[in-house]
């Protein structure tokens, strides 16, 4: 079994900050964990912060020099640290994995950002 599991989400004022993190256990490992997705009421899923080939980094423009994505595989997670929170950022943020030709999604967490 794959399990992804994202905590750390909660209601912050504009300007403030949250780290939100993606444990994965099962058949998986934090080197599976492709990134952070979103998904505000009424929008479409999109992409907030992902890795790329050897270790690279990718960020949706709007987070760009706000948010910070990182693995640690000891701990066998990948977070999603957040500063300089606006409240179009609130969304419910999803974590996914990839193995193998399929893929895998975390229950989300909600991130509410009031102005």
């Known amino acids: 079994q794959v399990q992804l599991v994202e905590s750390g989400g909660g209601l912050v004022q504009a300007g403030g900050s949250l780290r939100l993190s993606c444990a994965a256990s099962?058949?998986?490992?934090?080197?599976?964990?492709m990134g952070w997705w979103r998904q505000a009421p009424g929008k479409q899923r999109e992409v907030v912060a992902s890795?790329?080939?050897?270790?690279?980094?990718n960020y949706a423009d709007s987070v760009k020099g706000r948010f910070t994505i990182s693995r640690d595989n000891a701990r066998n997670t990948v977070d999603l640290q957040m500063n300089s929170l606006k409240p179009e950022d609130t969304a419910v943020y999803y974590c996914?994995?990839?193995?193998?030709?399929?893929?895998?999604w975390g229950q989300g967490t909600q991130v509410t950002v009031s102005s």
């Open positions: 996914k994995a990839r193995v193998g030709w399929s893929e895998f």
């Open positions: 099962g058949r998986i490992s934090s080197r599976n964990i």
């Open positions: 890795f790329g080939s050897g270790g690279s980094t």
